[in-house]
C-alpha cells in the first residue's frame, strides 16, 4: 500500500505525523509531499515535489485553517481517483478546515476525529455521518505522566530561563495568534471576541492582584510574533515574574507537562495537560463563537467566556497551589490512535 501525505498549520502536522511513521514501521510505503515542515518531520522518506501525481492508492492529509495548499492537493487526487482520508486535530472549525480555498465543501473519504464529541459537532456542521471515523488523537497516543525527577529537571530548566524563584509556583500560558487569524475587532468575519493580547493582559492584571507567588511562562505558537507577544508580556507585566519562552529545550509539550497550572485560550495543549491531570484556565472573555466553546463539557476545566466568570482565574490558582491530579479516564481514548490510523491506511478494504 503506498500513500501520498500532506500538512500544513504544526498542529495538522503533529497529528499527522505519528500515524504515518507507524505506518512505515508495519510495512507501507510513503511518498511526503515537498511542502513546509513535513519533510523535516519525516527524514529519509521519499519526496514528492508536485508535478504529475504519482501512483498512491490513498492520499493523507491534515486539516489547516491558514495553508489550503493540501486541500487544493486532495481535491486533485480526487480528481484523479485516488482515495482521500483527512486528519482532524482540534475541536473546532470542522467544516472551514474543509472549504478554505473557496471552492466549496470537500467531503473525504474518511475523516479521522479525535473522539463522539467531535463526531457529533461535525455532523452539526453538515459533514456527512457515514465519513465521519473516531480514531482518538494520534498525536495523544503515546502521552504519559513525566517521571519526577524528568519533571523536576524541566522545572529546574523554566526557572533559569524565566528568572523564576524556587519559592514560586509555575504557571504557563499557551498563546495562539488571534488576531492574526480572527482578527481584532467584529469587523472580522471570525473574530473571536477577543485577542491573545487582551487575554495575556487580563491574566496578568489578575495575577498580579492574587495571593501567593507565581512565576508565568509565555509560550508562542509557531507561527506567532515573537516580538509583539513580547511587547505585550513587557506592557503588562509589572512586577509579575516570568517571560515570552523561546523556541529550544525543554520543548512546549515538556514545560506544560512540569507546569503547576496551564492557562490559554483553545490549544490542544490545554486539553493535553488536562488530560494529565493538571489545573487547566480557558480564558476566553468575550467569546463570541459558540464553535470555540470546546472546553464547556470538561468536567474540571475552568471555563472563562464572559466577564461574569472571571471569578473562576481565582479557582484555578487555588488548584495550582495544590499536587497534580491523576490522569483522566479519558486519556485511554487516544491511546492506539496512530496505530489504529496505520492500520486502516494499511487495508485494502478502506
Given at each position: ?189 471570525g473574530y473571536r471576541g477577543y485577542t491573545e493580547k487582551q487575554v495575556l493582559a487580563e491574566l496578568c492584571s489578575r495575577l498580579r492582584s492574587a495571593d501567593g507567588k507565581w512565576g508565568l511562562c509565555v509560550l508562542a505558537h509557531p507561527r506567532e510574533d515573537l516580538a509583539a507577544l513580547a511587547g505585550t508580556w513587557k506592557a503588562n507585566a509589572s512586577s509579575l515574574v516570568g517571560g515570552v519562552y523561546r523556541a529550544g529545550t525543554p520543548s512546549p509539550g515538556q ?96
Amino acid at each position: 500500500m503506498a500513500i501520498l501525505a500532506a500538512a500544513g498549520d504544526p498542529g495538522g502536522l503533529n497529528a499527522l505525523v505519528p500515524a504515518l511513521k507507524k505506518f512505515l514501521s508495519a510495512g507501507g510505503r510513503l511518498l511526503a509531499w515537498k511542502h513546509r515542515d513535513l519533510p523535516a518531520a519525516l527524514p529519509g522518506v521519499p519526496l514528492w515535489e508536485g508535478g504529475d501525481l504519482p501512483a498512491v492508492e490513498r492520499m493523507v492529509f491534515a486539516t489547516s485553517v491558514a495553508d489550503a495548499a493540501p486541500l487544493r492537493l486532495a481535491r486533485r487526487c480526487r480528481a484523479a481517483g485516488i482515495r482521500v482520508e483527512c486528519v482532524l486535530d482540534n475541536w473546532m472549525n470542522y467544516r472551514r478546515r474543509l472549504e478554505i480555498d473557496g471552492e466549496g465543501l470537500f467531503v473525504p473519504d474518511s475523516y479521522y476525529v479525535m473522539d463522539d464529541l467531535a463526531r457529533e459537532e461535525a455532523i452539526k456542521e453538515g459533514l456527512p455521518a457515514r465519513v465521519l471515523v473516531v480514531s482518538g488523537h494520534p498525536a495523544l497516543s503515546d502521552l504519559r505522566l513525566a517521571e519526577a525527577g524528568e519533571r523536576e529537571g524541566t522545572r529546574a530548566a523554566i526557572r533559569m530561563a524565566m528568572g523564576i524563584p524556587e519559592d514560586h509556583r509555575i504557571l504557563v500560558f499557551v498563546s495562539e495568534p488571534v488576531e492574526q487569524d480572527q482578527g481584532a475587532d467584529v469587523s472580522f468575519p471570525g473574530y473571536r471576541g477577543y485577542t491573545e493580547k487582551q487575554v495575556l493582559a487580563e491574566l496578568c492584571s489578575r495575577l498580579r492582584s492574587a495571593d501567593g507567588k507565581w512565576g508565568l511562562c509565555v509560550l508562542a505558537h509557531p507561527r506567532e510574533d515573537l516580538a509583539a507577544l513580547a511587547g505585550t508580556w513587557k506592557a503588562n507585566a509589572s512586577s509579575l515574574v516570568g517571560g515570552v519562552y523561546r523556541a529550544g529545550t525543554p520543548s512546549p509539550g515538556q514545560i506544560v507537562a512540569a507546569a503547576d497550572g496551564v492557562a490559554g485560550m483553545t490549544s490542544i495543549l490545554l486539553y493535553e495537560d488536562w488530560l494529565m491531570g493538571c489545573p487547566v484556565l480557558s480564558l476566553q472573555p468575550g467569546l463570541i463563537r459558540p464553535d470555540l466553546r470546546i472546553f464547556r463539557a470538561r468536567a474540571g476545566v475552568h471555563c472563562v467566556q464572559d466577564a461574569a466568570q472571571l471569578g473562576k482565574v481565582k479557582d484555578w490558582l487555588d488548584e495550582a497551589r495544590r499536587e497534580k491530579g491523576a490522569p483522566r479516564a479519558e486519556i485511554s481514548s487516544h491511546q492506539g490512535s496512530a496505530d489504529f490510523l496505520a492500520r486502516a491506511w494499511l487495508s485494502p478494504n478502506r
